[in-house]
């Protein structure tokens, strides 16, 4: 049992030492994982789901002072929700595009590197969010920079490491990038549809229940004569 769980604590040192390494050389690392395959897809989406929990997190921990909505309502499931389906929509669009444009990753390659390129919002949102509570208003602006540092740092790994695994040039990787976020436009569009026209059919069908403890339910009914008459709920 100790040898297994000495096992297990080593190959997650080199995990967690991997990821580092692509954070600080990035197009060495994203080269080894492609062609050496390191890494591995559950870091990357360990990472990505740290990357959730952190950003929730830093937006609840934030002092009042940097963030006038921290007492309002906030909606877990809604964020978890959208950073979720941005992930799986940039990979989708991205896996689509570049399949047609002789790209060398696969679909896999695509997760591991977004999940690694996701490290940076990993490491600095939330210690900004903490110190945020002792830091004076006049000290906002290192605050903004720290994050808006983190949110380059992820950019830049994600460009280098789409364009390493994809054996691109740079011109032809901003030009991919370009026709990867009209994909996700689309994409997240078409969901928008859907899920209209899903609430059109819920809307069109009673929600009521046709026989009440008296008889016939007289919400059911309402509902009924008011939808055949004016079409609407």
């Not at 006038?68 to 941005?86: G, Q, R, T, Y």
């Not at 799986?88 to 570049?98: D, E, G, L, R």
Request: glycine fraction near 6%; hydrophobic fraction near 50%; include cysteine.
């Amino acid at each position: 049992a100790q040898k297994l769980t000495k096992g297990l604590v080593i190959k997650m040192k080199e995990k967690v030492k991997f990821a580092f390494h692509i954070l600080t050389h990035p197009f060495d690392g994203f080269y080894d994982m492609k062609r050496e395959k390191k890494g591995s897809l559950a870091m990357a989406l360990l990472l990505f789901l740290l990357t959730i929990v952190t950003q929730i997190l830093s937006k609840q921990m934030m002092a009042f002072l940097f963030n006038p909505d921290k007492f309002a309502p906030f909606d877990v499931i809604f964020e978890i929700n959208k950073l979720l389906i941005l992930f799986v929509v940039f990979c989708i669009a991205n896996w689509s595009v570049t399949t047609l444009m002789q790209g060398e990753g696969t679909f896999k390659d695509i997760v591991m590197t977004t999940g690694y390129a996701c490290l940076p919002m990993v490491l600095i949102p939330l210690p900004v969010a903490i110190i945020s509570n002792i830091a004076a208003y006049t000290e906002e602006i290192y605050l903004t920079t720290a994050n808006t540092v983190a949110v380059i740092w992820f950019g830049v790994l994600l460009f280098i490491g789409i364009m390493t695994v994809h054996q691109y040039s740079l011109s032809r990787m901003v030009g991919t990038t370009v026709v990867t976020v009209v994909a996700m436009m689309a994409i997240i569009f078409l969901l928008i549809i859907n899920l209209l026209s899903i609430s059109g059919v819920n809307a069109a069908s009673n929600p009521y229940k046709q026989s009440g403890p008296y008889g016939t339910n007289c919400t059911w009914y309402a509902w009924k004569m008011a939808y055949e008459k004016a079409g609407v709920t």
